[in-house]
């Protein structure tokens, strides 16, 4: 769980910056990573916050999570969810020597999917967040540890 502190406030840290530039591609990329997923951590009517192991959910681990980035403002994110591999849903896009951070929004603004990577450690937070406008908003917060892989 402590290592997960440092994408926490990783993005936190980003979270203010964005505010004022939700768009700051500095490096063009074109990356690939099998990712194990480790643990979920669920918010809704039946669980408050509560985390599964990856042993007890019946995911599977992201095999090919690609991302590309191109100067000034393009960012592609493909295999973690068909949401976000539309790029033009990202409304936010980071990406620089240390982490890349992304968002969407539906055009309802009532449901969201976020992730942050930490391209030094590999590891991988990814948000979804159902039901914004509700009071019984519902959050899906999965971590996963990624390593790059070779493009054939």
């Known amino acids: 769980m402590i290592k997960y502190y440092p994408v926490i406030l990783i993005s936190l840290l980003f979270s203010n910056q964005l505010l004022a530039k939700n768009i ?8 690939s990573f099998k990712c ?9 009517s039946e669980y408050n916050y509560q ?3 990856a042993k007890d959910l019946n995911e599977k681990d992201l095999n090919k999570f690609e991302i590309k980035s191109e ?7 493909n295999g973690l969810s068909s949401f976000l591999s539309k ?24 449901y969201s999917e976020s992730g942050i990577i930490d391209r030094k450690t590999g590891e991988l937070v990814h948000e979804i967040t159902r ?13 996963y540890s990624c390593s790059k892989k070779e493009k054939v």
């Open 71 to 77: 100067q000034p403002e393009i960012l592609n994110i």
């Open 51 to 53: 985390v599964f192991l």
């Open 36 to 44: 194990e997923l480790e643990k979920k951590i669920l918010k809704n």
């Open 24 to 31: 700051d591609i500095q490096e063009n990329l074109d990356l």
């Open 131 to 143: 039901n914004i406008k509700s009071e019984n908003s519902e959050k899906d917060i999965t971590f």
């Open 87 to 110: 790029s033009l849903r990202l409304s936010v896009k980071v990406v620089n020597k240390n982490v890349i951070l992304f968002k969407g929004i539906d055009n309802d603004s009532n």
